[in-house]
């Protein structure tokens, strides 16, 4: 028999919510290119040498996550779920994960000079947690088998906590700093992927969800016992990170409180309870992700409250004003 | 109080999962006779779900409060679907919570609707 080949029928929605997520994850896309990054050089130099390299080093870390997540993560969850609709969800998500890998090479390129910027990726290729995470994660995508639901699952978790848990520790200081006015524009893009990942790791959490119900009381059993423990792993991981990260300018208690706070939501993403105890989150970064947008130009660039542009057609009444200025100087 | 509640993603759901109360879900065929207390999530860029809004429009009478869902990674529009019900119709916020909500949130929650229930209360005495 041949093998027969579907084309992707969004005539027919195949859940009730692929559609919704479709059009959120479209209706946020935006470019790097859109942010006016160059407008935080003045205050990247008020910046302390530390402060600089902690800046640099969260986001070659983030970097990283965004490369692993777009290259492999996303492409290889997509090749093994079946429904067309949810492959297609996957790949406009692998698309704008590669927007964010690039987006950290546009702040660095306006901020840092050459030699600083090599020095930064080959801190990544050396630093051990990063390098840790990033293959445990990685070897869990590539086990993937055909036809087994039970990996994929696997797969889909690992997703979740590099998109709702692990990207937080890097998240936390420029969201720290455009708390604090500083690095607004960084501060920006940021957000947008704040964003980004708050709705990709929805989507992969159902997909997860779907799966786990599809399972028999053990295997259910069995999956839970594997989150908690991958959870923990990566956790202590984290940790060690954190301290690596942060010591220098003694912010590791608050990032740690951050990390845990997001591994919790991690778990909601995919149905299960939170794990750690309840804590406040730093108010300034709070303030950081509250913090509206003050530049709109819609031509050059966008901010965390753009939306996609509505377009009307132009009206003669349009240009009322403009005849009214001209009668009054003809006058 | 009944809890009615709205859910998409299901985190409300299992939100209200972990609370001992009468509740149920909103339907296109849903009609309130008695008053109530609105759990709903948070959709788009802020916005109030349509099947919420297409409900409030046919039960507003018997509306006494609202919850909602959301997550602080969207800034200002955080839960913002309650804000909107609770200005358009009058009505005080019980709670906001995100995602599917913590222990901590269960009991703020439930706190709310009581004092919703005890406000009620003395205003049916007071008639």
Avoid at chain 1, 129 to 136: A, G, S
Wanted: charged share 25%; proline share 3%.
């Amino acid at each position: 028999m041949n093998k027969v080949y579907e084309a992707v029928n969004w005539d027919r929605p195949s859940n009730d919510y692929i559609e919704m997520l479709w059009n959120q994850n479209t209706s946020q896309f935006w470019l790097d290119t859109e942010i006016p990054v160059s407008k935080d050089l003045k205050t990247w130099d008020t910046l302390s040498d530390e402060e600089k390299l902690v800046f640099m080093r969260v986001l070659g870390g983030l970097t990283l996550l965004d490369t692993e997540q777009g290259n492999v993560g996303m492409p290889m969850i997509a090749m093994h779920v079946k429904d067309q609709q949810k492959k297609a969800v996957l790949i406009f998500q692998a698309a704008m994960e590669e927007i964010h890998a690039k987006s950290y090479s546009t702040i660095f390129t306006t901020v840092a000079d050459q030699s600083k910027i090599d020095n930064i990726f080959q801190w990544v290729k050396e630093e051990p947690h990063l390098q840790k995470k990033t293959k445990w994660i990685d070897d869990i995508y590539k086990n993937i088998q055909p036809n087994d639901d039970y990996s994929l699952y696997q797969a889909m978790v690992a997703s979740v906590f590099l998109e709702s848990f692990l990207f937080y520790s890097g998240f936390f200081y420029p969201l720290y700093i455009s708390g604090q006015g500083k690095m607004v524009a960084s501060g920006e893009i940021i957000k947008l992927i704040l964003r980004d990942e708050s709705v990709h790791g929805v989507f992969v959490g159902l997909l997860a969800q779907e799966l786990y119900q599809s399972f028999s009381p053990e295997k259910q059993q069995e999956a839970k016992e594997f989150v908690y423990t991958f959870l923990n792993t990566l956790y202590e991981n984290e940790v060690g990170y954190t301290e690596t990260v942060y010591d220098s300018i003694n912010l590791t208690h608050e990032v740690k409180k951050y990390v845990r706070y997001n591994a919790n939501k991690a778990l909601m993403n995919i149905g299960m309870e939170p794990h750690f105890e309840e804590e406040d989150i730093n108010p300034v970064v709070l303030n950081g992700i509250r913090t509206e947008t003050s530049t709109h130009d819609f031509f050059s660039t966008k901010g965390k409250g753009y939306q996609k542009g509505k377009v009307e057609p132009l009206r003669d009444e349009d240009f009322a004003f403009v005849n009214e200025l001209v009668e009054q100087s003809s006058n | 109080m009944m809890v009615v509640y709205a859910s998409k993603t299901g985190n409300v759901e299992r939100f209200m999962s972990k609370l001992p109360v009468r509740k149920m879900k909103i339907t296109n065929e849903l009609f309130m006779h008695e008053p109530f207390v609105l759990v709903t999530y948070t959709t788009g860029f802020g916005q109030v779900p349509t099947e919420v809004q297409s409900f409030l429009e046919r039960n507003d009478r018997y509306l006494r409060g609202v919850a909602a869902s959301g997550n602080q990674n969207w800034g200002t529009s955080y839960g913002k679907a309650g804000d909107t019900i609770a200005a358009q119709y009058q009505v005080p916020i019980v709670h906001k919570f995100e995602l599917s909500g913590t222990k901590q949130d269960a009991e703020k929650f439930l706190l709310g609707v009581e004092q919703i229930e005890q406000s009620c209360f003395q205003m049916d005495r007071a008639q």
